[in-house]
């Protein structure tokens, strides 16, 4: 194992992170508070640069030598999500043109996951399953798997409103993929998901407890790109991956589901900027970001993790699909309650 690239990924991700606030300062891209904001100080963006760039080193050094063609999809799926993510921290975009790259993005990682099944680890199982499979139903998943690339680069968009949340989210996601690799759940990513969890960490004290600098557009897609390609190769080696994967993003896909639907159903225009969210309604209700991040990451440590753990250990689908019931189930459940509370206290006080 390549057991170097943990460290060099956090080195990359804290130089260019310094080197970003020295950028943002000299070309004013600050986010400056308002409304929709949960700040009161104008502070750098597009501190997620350091992360990308860590994330693309790891990827062309881990996986390109092995596995040529399906890693340079992926880092150029990564580019682009990222690129569109830098454009618009300098200069907002119209919302179609950035669905439009993040589609496309999507669309090469479906390409990389299919080449994968030709060459890669996954080559003897997925493969033959995959050749059984009638042509229009093959072209079905492939839509599913552009749209889910596309909805999770959102989603991790929106959510990324507070300082720390989706970094601390990102490396518990990335450093529970290489634990589950180590206890039986091979994902045959090698020190990917550990460096990336690495970067994560490097970058957490720029951005958490206070900001120095912000992810950016370019930080939160692209740590949504790396987090459902990740996932999804994994399950091309180990198919229980689906179920861990779903697990390990309860939390940001709770909130952001229920708060879509939640607007979807009161007549909202749900697709226009907002703070509904869970972690909104907390920071508004008086919490710090510190204590909403807590809350966040204790969900993933005392019920996601062991829960993750168990799927990785059992080999049965029974588990795994019991497990992911359970951590949605009472997701949604606390998710209503915890609003409930929240806006009958922020009334109360009102």
Known sequence: MDAWLIPLAALICALVAEAAIRYAHHRQLLDQPGRRRSHAMPTPRGGGIGIVV???????????????????????????????????????????????????????????????????????????????????????????????AAWSINLHNFMDGINGLLTAQSAFVFGLVALLGAVGLPHGLGPVPAALAAACVAFLPFNFPFARIFLGDVGSGALGFLIVAMLACAALTEPRWLAAGLLLASSFAVDATATLLHRIARGRRWYSAHREHLYQWLVRSGCSHARVVGYYMAWNLLLVAPLAVLVALRHDAGTAAAAVLVVYTAGFALWWRARRAVLAGVRHRA
């Open 54 to 148: 860590a994330a693309t080193a790891v990827l062309a050094l881990a996986l390109r030598p092995a596995q040529p063609l399906p890693a340079a999809l992926l880092m150029l799926g990564l580019l682009l999500v990222a690129g569109i993510g830098w454009w618009d921290d300098h200069r907002p975009l119209r919302a179609l043109t950035r669905l439009a790259v993040h589609l496309a993005a999507g669309a090469l990682l479906v390409a990389a996951l299919w080449f994968w099944t030709v060459t890669g680890e996954a080559a003897s199982g997925w493969a033959a399953w995959r050749n059984d499979l009638p042509s229009q139903l093959c072209l079905a998943l492939a839509v599913v798997g552009v749209l889910a």
